[in-house]
């Protein structure tokens, strides 16, 4: 089983829906991440999550919210998908590490595609 | 404010070539870190290697190595021998020491010709 697990892997869905995506891990690792990848873009943080009750926004976060329900669990929410926001959608995880120094293990993506 | 650049967008190489990759960062910061990630066609990121910035040794691991230099602020990616398995797009990464958060360069494609 996968370490960092996001659901759905796949999505198409209409402009003006609700979307969440979800993300589980199974690291015991305190810190979650959620990024988007687009063409010619790499990798751009939407929020992160340090521990349960801490909540960060990262570059692009307008238009996205999120909710770190347990350590284990960091879900992104769309309120009102436009299509600009289809995208690759990653879910990152990282132990805290004596140095901040620790790399991030990435879920397999899930890819949203908003009509 | 801190900053990748990947400047090479696309790569080809025939196989059993040398490739190199390369990254450059911009960051104020005297302690940071650096990483690399593959991610293959099936879309997962792979973390590769981590870098200390005051760990200026170069690492090699089996066909892979790496070169970081911070007197040019670069962190290049040398595949030596290619095989048609490294066909993938390849991110350079920054991460600070005030916290976790990761700065992506916008990635290299790399194609190896059989």
């Known amino acids: 089983d996968a370490d960092v697990t996001q659901t759905p892997r796949n999505r198409i869905t209409k402009t003006g829906k609700r979307i969440m995506l979800e993300c589980s891990q199974t690291k015991g690792h305190d810190r979650m991440y959620w990024y988007r990848q687009d063409p010619g873009l790499g990798l751009r943080l939407i929020y992160y999550?340090?521990?349960?009750?801490?909540?960060n926004k990262g570059e692009i976060s307008d238009g996205y919210s999120v909710s770190r329900q347990a350590q284990a669990k960091f879900s992104l929410s769309l309120e009102s998908a436009i299509p600009n926001q289809t995208a690759l959608y990653f879910c990152?995880?990282?132990?805290?590490?004596?140095?901040?120094?620790?790399?991030?293990?990435f879920g397999d993506g899930t890819r949203l595609s908003i009509l | 404010a801190q900053k990748v650049t990947q400047a090479q967008t696309e790569i080809s190489v025939v196989e059993k070539e040398d490739v190199t990759l390369d990254c450059v960062y911009e960051t104020r910061d005297t302690t940071y870190y650096l990483f690399w990630y593959k991610q293959p066609p099936s879309g997962e990121l792979v973390f590769l290697i981590r870098?200390?910035?005051?760990?200026?040794q170069n690492e090699i691991s089996g066909r892979y190595s790496w070169n970081f230099q911070k007197s040019t602020s670069s962190f290049n990616f040398t595949i030596t021998a290619s095989q048609v398995v490294d066909s993938a797009v390849y991110f350079c990464a920054l991460s600070r020491v005030s916290g976790n958060q990761f700065y992506f360069g916008t990635g290299t494609s790399l194609t190896v010709i059989p």
């Open positions: 990152a995880t990282s132990d805290r590490g004596a140095l901040n120094n620790q790399p991030q293990h």
């Open positions: 870098r200390n910035s005051f760990d200026e």
């Open positions: 999550s340090f521990d349960v009750k801490d909540i």
